[in-house]
């Protein structure tokens, strides 16, 4: 089932188009990851999904109704929605009344809310600070309980604008371990706007990727051109005078090869046909390990 549906969706301010979305649609329960350059209309279309701007033309429908971007209609539909800025505000209190701040605007009694505030904190590994006041934490700690402020409203949609963009790398795992578990249980559907692929691929099946605005293929990434030409029985790609990948059989000629990085294997050897390098940094990224290798060459 559809949660969102835009069709014909169009932003522009002094006459430069900002977003332009003839169709767009997310299903529930699924995890996208929001991409595409700065400027490319990212935080526009995150401002229509949390209800808070309206687009200049279009229809936006919510569960399979327009959306009437007037009072007191988008109140309600902001309730279905969890947004998690990239630098959140805490108020001057505790980590617990902060968590629990929208539940009590909202009306919750207190048996309920203090449960579901205990339920946030657990999700997002903080239950042991709900006592500490909220301006003490570190920059990762915030950005959590940003996030259990979010999750205790019991959300149908939670959207995540670059929620590891600041903060350092014991508390990036720990939230994106957060959107993997959240997105595995599938009752909340995910909007993740970040600028880092592996992140983005690792999280989320599905993108949305956004360029100048509008709907853009993923942008081919380890894309590289060169000569196919068989030797030996064995179709291969050179890429430079004396870099070359082996490639499923093919006629000779130009084109291009992707090289998936996780298919690619390092090991020393002096096996004669290899192509050889220097490993120069080994990098973290969330369960996954990034190496570079410097190959004396640009491809």
């Known amino acids: 089932m559809s949660l969102f549906e835009l069709r014909d969706v169009l932003v522009a301010y002094d006459g430069r188009v900002v977003l332009d979305l003839p169709r767009l649609t997310i299903e529930e329960g699924e995890a996208y990851s929001l991409q595409g350059p700065n400027g490319a209309g990212k935080s526009t279309l995150l401002g229509?999904?949390?209800?808070?701007n309206a687009p200049h033309q279009g229809?936006?429908?919510f569960e399979d109704r327009p959306v009437v971007w007037k009072e007191p209609t988008l109140r309600?539909?902001?309730?279905?929605?969890g947004l998690v800025e990239q630098h959140p505000v805490m108020?001057?209190?505790?980590?617990?009344?902060?968590?629990g701040y929208g539940l009590a605007i909202r009306g919750v009694e207190k048996i309920r809310r203090e449960r579901l505030i205990d339920e946030a904190l657990d999700l997002v590994g903080l239950?042991?600070?709900?006592?500490?006041h909220a301006p003490r934490l570190s920059g990762g700690e915030t950005q959590r309980v940003a996030i259990a402020r979010s999750l205790a409203s019991r959300p149908k949609v939670l959207l995540l604008d670059e929620p590891t963009a600041s903060v350092d790398t014991q508390n990036r795992v720990i939230i994106e371990q957060i959107v993997a578990d959240l997105r595995d249980r599938g009752d909340t559907t995910i909007v993740l706007c970040t600028h880092n692929r592996s992140q983005a691929a690792a999280l989320c099946p599905k993108v949305i990727y956004l360029e100048e605005g509008r709907l853009a293929a993923r942008p081919l990434s380890n894309s590289y051109a060169g000569q196919f030409a068989d030797e030996n029985g064995q179709t291969w790609c050179r890429i430079a005078a004396d870099f070359h990948v082996p490639v499923p059989r093919c006629g000779p000629g130009r084109g291009r090869v992707v090289i998936e990085p996780g298919a690619v294997r390092l090991g020393v050897t002096d096996e004669p046909?290899?192509?050889?390098g220097i490993l120069t940094r080994i990098r973290l990224e969330g369960d996954m390990v990034s190496l570079s290798v410097d190959l004396g060459r640009p491809l």
């Open 48 to 52: 229509i999904l949390s209800f808070l």
């Open 59 to 61: 229809v936006v429908r």
């Open 76 to 81: 309600s539909l902001r309730r279905n929605v």
């Open 91 to 99: 108020f001057s209190r505790s980590v617990r009344e902060n968590v």
């Open 127 to 132: 239950a042991h600070l709900a006592d500490v």
């Open 273 to 276: 046909g290899l192509n050889r």
